[in-house]
């Protein structure tokens, strides 16, 4: 099975900060990898699909970049509403997916 | 606009079974997979299973397997989840979710129901 670590587990950052949060595949899954916001009590909601793409209705401070085993969720300009939860998201693997630990992010 | 509402959680003794329903509208539910993620309280998102659109192809997390059958009935736009053997480690919310394939290949869940809480305890 594939893993996906995250990295940090959680940071605190200031409002207007650069944010990055790391994701690391236990073998390469080209750009098979997603990135969700998860607020709590809430669903997860889809921010970036294919490794780079927004998903229709993100900020644009928001971005997505890897490929292979490497991938990285940043966010250029923290926004109060951006504090939740990330996960990062595997779906090469024959339909059997993995999901990252999560990244807390706090300000 | 898409929806998927989610029913059917609720406390059972650990060994009991369960089935839990998503009721989809707002798009053609036949042609799309569909997925169920839980999430056990306090801890990150886990994926349980998926169904191709015409039930014919499943897929299950090891710690599932043999327990838990995903299912669906396009005719009624639902997904389910009949969970059986149930387990303290079983619980948590579970979230019913659309996967969209992003040019044809690349499978994201793009729309997520509001998740039910299934506990599991004596």
């Known amino acids: 099975d594939i893993q996906m670590t995250q990295s940090p587990s959680s940071l605190s950052a200031s409002i207007g900060d650069r944010v990055t949060i790391t994701c690391r595949a236990s073998?390469?899954?080209?750009?098979?990898l997603n990135w969700y916001q998860q607020k709590p009590g809430k669903a997860p909601k889809l921010l970036v699909y294919?490794?780079?793409t927004l998903q229709s209705g993100v900020p644009s401070r928001f971005s997505g970049s890897g490929s292979g085993t490497d991938f990285t969720l940043t966010i250029s300009s923290l926004e109060p509403e951006d504090v939740a939860t990330y996960y990062c998201?595997?779906?090469?693997?024959?339909?059997?997916?993995?999901f990252g630990q999560g990244t807390k992010v706090d300000i | 606009d898409v929806q998927l509402v989610e029913s059917g959680g609720g406390l059972v003794q650990p060994g009991g079974s369960l089935r839990l329903s998503c009721a989809a509208s707002?798009?053609?539910?036949?042609?799309?997979?569909m997925t169920w993620v839980r999430q056990a309280p306090g801890k990150g998102l886990e994926w349980v299973a998926n169904?191709?659109?015409?039930?014919?192809?499943?897929y299950y997390v090891d710690s599932v397997k043999g327990r838990f059958t995903i299912s669906r009935d396009n005719a009624k736009n639902s997904l389910y989840l009949q969970m059986n053997s149930l387990r303290a480690g079983d619980t948590a919310v579970y979230y019913c979710?659309?996967?969209?394939?992003?040019?044809?290949?690349?499978?994201?869940?793009?729309?997520w129901g509001q998740g039910t809480l299934v506990t599991v305890s004596s």
């Open positions: 707002g798009f053609t539910f036949s042609t799309y997979w």
């Open positions: 998201h595997q779906t090469i693997g024959a339909l059997t997916w993995t």
């Open positions: 169904v191709k659109g015409d039930g014919s192809e499943k």
């Open positions: 979710a659309r996967a969209e394939y992003y040019y044809l290949r690349f499978p994201a869940l793009d729309y």
């Open positions: 294919t490794a780079s």
């Open positions: 073998q390469s899954i080209s750009t098979y």
